[in-house]
């Protein structure tokens, strides 16, 4: 059996017990209910936008350093 935990345990119990408070369990989950979802879909967003930059990218076939005088 479990020892009961005295006058000393109780003092502590109480103390602990706002930290099992609703309000501060869990809040930043549900006040963004879907930042998850946008976070991995913008991930998603910015792997294909590289992927078509790579493939898709115009392709310079020469560099000159002089400029054309208009």
Known sequence: MAKPLGTT???????????????????????????????VAFGIYLVGETAYNKIYAPKSHSHSTSSPSH
Do not use: V
Not at 12 to 31: C, G, I, T, V, Y
């Open 9 to 39: 345990g109780e003092f502590f119990r109480r103390r602990d017990e706002w930290r099992k408070h609703p309000m501060l369990s869990n809040q930043w989950r549900h006040a963004t209910p879907g930042l998850g979802i946008a976070l």
